[in-house]
């Protein structure tokens, strides 16, 4: 005879290490589970549909306002919108271009700009808009140069002005 016997790859579950509990909690498991498939039978599944049951009531329409007509022709780039309203737009040094504001993307500011021909773009600082070169963006402006000039451009909402009934505001000095 050879020495060499094949065994079983698994001890047999003993009191001494512990394994008896456990495998007798499985062995108990896999009877009920079993006893559980031969009881039942076949099930019956309920035909698709609405589950509540009795009469269905009918969800109320959703009404969905029409926007204005002027506030849907108004782009943001109207100079009624912005600080420059004042100021006439052929007068402008961007001959048409208007700057709507500045946004940030991926840590780099850009300026928000339509065109004379009425496209949008956003131009990075050191970028060209209407010949001059976008030097810095400010929360409430872009500075721009071109041959040593520079200029500012102002954008966004228009200050708000105190109404003439309003009394000025006391202002007191302090000396030392």
């Known amino acids: 005879m050879s020495s060499l016997k094949l065994q079983f790859p698994l001890s047999p579950p003993s009191r001494a290490d512990g394994s008896l509990l456990p495998a007798c909690c499985a062995a108990f498991l896999a ?9 039942t039978g076949a099930a ?6 609405w589950a509540g049951g009795g009469v269905r009531a009918g969800l ?3 009404a969905v306002p029409a926007p204005d007509p002027v506030l849907r022709e108004t782009t943001i780039f109207s100079p009624a919108r912005t600080a420059t309203a004042t100021r006439d737009a052929v007068s402008s040094p961007l001959a048409g271009t208007a700057i709507a504001g500045s946004i940030a993307v991926r840590g780099r500011s850009y300026a928000v700009v339509q065109r004379p021909d009425g496209r949008v773009a956003r131009v990075g600082l050191g970028g060209m808009i ?10 409430d402006g872009a500075i721009l140069s071109n041959a040593g000039k520079r200029i500012r451009v102002v954008y966004g ?13 006391e202002t007191e000095e302090l000396s030392e």
């Open 31 to 39: 009877a009920l589970a079993a006893l559980q498939l031969a009881l």
């Open 44 to 49: 019956e599944v309920p035909a698709p549909g």
């Open 60 to 62: 109320p329409p959703i």
């Open 130 to 139: 209407a010949g001059y070169r976008l030097v810095a963006l400010e929360p």
């Open 157 to 169: 909402a228009a200050p708000v002005l105190p109404s003439p009934e309003a009394p000025a505001e």
